[in-house]
């Protein structure tokens, strides 16, 4: 899996500590179909980098600070290597008449008007959606030193 900050998505994060811009507690997640699967965003990206999907019945999820509430701090193997949360699985809605391959996925401010992130799925593979189908992603927040 790979996944980028872009720098505008890195002013964001770093605006809500050590900055202070006012709080931010809502961003949204969405699914992808470019970039590639097996590529991620620049680091000087903005939000026309990405594509959203737009199959039948799609909506991007919004992820408040309450989805990150009940996430349990957990330390990776080897201790200390990685710190991180893991917040409650997001479920997109069900596909409908029209499927999508999907690369990956994005997150943006609560607006949806700046890029946070960008990754793709931890096999580099594309997911094709069809009727019905419903793709849930576990969304984990992570640090390493």
Request: net charge negative; proline share 6%.
């Amino acid at each position: 899996m790979a996944y980028m900050f872009p720098d505008a998505g890195m002013q964001v994060w770093m605006g809500q500590y050590p900055g202070t811009t006012a709080r931010e507690t809502t961003i949204n997640l969405h699914l992808c179909t470019a970039p590639a699967a097996n590529a991620t965003v620049a680091h000087n990206a903005v939000l026309a980098a990405v594509t959203e999907t737009a199959y039948t019945n799609y909506l991007k999820q919004a992820m408040t600070t309450a989805n990150w509430a009940s996430a349990a701090f957990s330390e990776s193997t080897p201790p200390g290597q990685q710190q991180q949360y893991t917040g409650s699985p997001v479920a997109f809605p069900a596909v409908g008449a029209t499927g999508a391959t999907i690369t990956g996925f994005f997150m943006t401010n609560g607006a949806a008007t700046t890029l946070l992130c960008h990754a793709n799925f931890s096999d580099l593979n594309p997911v094709t959606l069809a009727t019905n189908d419903i793709i849930k992603l576990s969304p984990t927040l992570g640090l390493l030193h």
